[in-house]
């Protein structure tokens, strides 16, 4: 044992002689490398693809934001009118990078923490497939005119069962890798995982069967679609998120998360409260004030689960925060975690009546959901990708400053199209609410802060432009062989 | 060299020895076979065991309070057919669904459908358009013949207060429910200087099965004239003439 100790390659610090859990042992090192082994073609392959409805999903959101203030702007084409470009935008970064970016950092997180190595990796290029084919279906359709319009359901229902197939496959391997795991804790992040790949299969498969194949009672449909919508957003791209930062930041400052209780009554509230949401987008609707009265309490409760995980983050980041100087990882992962705490609050916020009816069918919303799925979300899998593919391609990341563009960009990028989004959305919310200003003056409120909405968009695309080429890079090993993880500033 | 063996591992021995066997040599570990990002990774997260604060609790239970009043004042008693947020709506005595009458439902379809021909004020325009106002057609006691008109349309010359109209009036039979039929006919029976007696929708139910045959042939207004006043439907109630105060004026006769 005394040689396998001299075998690691730095020599141990103070922190490593004073806390046993920053000294392993070269086996479990060897161990993981084995992991990552395993599961390094599938997961590259997911990343992969994800990037690549990334830009594409970004080029679809600048046609659809140029077109909000020049209507004329492509319109000739029918496949590139507001009406189609839109959805088109929104499944492309909903299913096509969320979706399937949670898939790569879920199966990798659930194959570390089970100590396992994916069994018939195979079958996970063969779910690969399936759900880029099913995307590329989807897109397709939408562009040719058959999306469906129901928000966040756009894929016409063959192209949904290749998308589920595809998801269903992954789902099922995450399970199976649970099952097989080594012995021991489960920890925090294996709980959202395993909940996450259970939830998205249900309500997906749930509100295509009751929406498309077997639809229930036209006024039904409604409290259908926005159970699913916002569910989708809830019960797998949160929980997946969540799942990434608790296993990222103590994993890269080498901490044990603060407080085991705070985890599990944050998981608990989380998979209570959220599947009540969805219905408060539907006030003023035809729907019975219960069913709308609960969604709004159940929002309000979003509070409990989103302070605990917020207190439990930050306590466990408390001492470090000069980490985020020099870690990608870190500096993206709690970057989107703040975010988190803030879009969940504001949206416990957007669900009250009163605020609701202003806010609700304006850009205030579009403001919100951009915070977190990009804010919260999208942030939280860029840290993990920065972790995650130098362990499978076993090569560092060739350029720092292109990180450094990345997030700088990005964070910059989205802080400022949530900025102008919720004050335009203000603007012509109060407008719509006052009959003796015309429906129109209420959009031309809004005129110039979506030109800034514009322009942040391309700050974004340009982000994920330096992104993609920084993971192209990487993948055909540029550069020099580096001996040192790649950082952002020379660590303390 | 031996190495520990945990049977439980999946632990990739191979990879192991070669690690073990470069670090021996006194060579630096193959990055190829190891790579640094593996071996500097601090272990995997574990958890601590910090107490939840009692000002977390206090602050949640003050908050699901908070929610169990906005449920008891905002969720109609949890009754599914109520629609609206307003404290104490869906108890007895509250606000409740709101029951249009048939008069105002019958002005509501009325203003939609209506006025582009016979005008808000029911006068019609002169040589186009007969007036519903004071119209023996339609205050008359033979409402047989207006639910007619209404379900079937009616083409051709009419005389309406002496004058003459040579149009086309739509029929309805295929929009409207009878609920609506009746309370278009209420409307406008009851409206303006008219004091005629509303029409139930019974009678429209009614006449649209007696009518059948009639079914996108429009009426013409010697049809009409030839049509008695219909004793079952004013037995229902659309025809005993006008309440007591109103002028009661005769339907028109078949000359």
Redesign the interface.
Known sequence: MAALAEAQPAKPSLADSIDPSTTESLKYKAERAAIDRSLRGPVLCFIGGAIFWLLLGSLFALIASIKMNVPGFLGDSAFLTFGRVRPAHLNAVGYGWGAQIAMAVGLWLMARLCRIEVRHGGLLYMAFGLFNAGVMIGILAILGGQGTSVEWLEFPTYAALVVFAGFALVAIWAVIMFRFRQPGHVYVSQWYILAAFFWFPWLYATANMVIFILPVQAAVQGPVNWWYGHNALGLFFTPIALATAYYMIPKVIGRPVHSYYLSILGFWSLAFFYSWNGMHHLIGGPFPAWLISASVVASIMMVVPVITTGINHHFTMVGHFNALRWSPTLRFTVFGAMCYTLSSLQGSSMAIRSVNQVTHFTHYTIGHAHLGLYGFFTMIMFGAIYYIVPRLVEWEWPSASLIRWHFWLSAIGVSAMFIVLSIGGLFQGFALEDPKISFLTSTNYANAFLWMRSISGIALTAAHIIFASSFALILLHAGVVRRRPTLLDRPA | ?S??N?P?????HD??ED??RE??LGT??D??K????????????????????LW?VG??AL??L??GV??GL????????????TPG??KPGGAGPVQVSPFDRGKKLYTANCVSCHQATGLGQAGQFPPLDGSEWVIGDAPNRLIAILLHGLNGNVTVKGEVYNGAMAAWESTFKDEDIAAILTYIRGAWSNKASPVPKEAVALMREKTKAQKGTPYTAAQLLAMPPDSEILKLGGGDAAPAGGDKAAAPKPK
Request: aromatic fraction near 14%; charged fraction near 15%; include cysteine.
């Open positions: 060299m190495l520990p945990d439980k591992s999946v632990v990739n990879l192991i690690c073990f670090s021996e630096e570990v990055v190829t190891l790579h640094g990002a593996i071996l500097r990774e601090m272990g995997e997260p574990s958890d601590g065991h910090e107490p939840i604060g977390v602050s949640f908050l699901a908070f929610c906005y449920l905002y969720a109609g008693g949890f009754d599914s057919t109520n629609y609206f947020f709506a869906g």
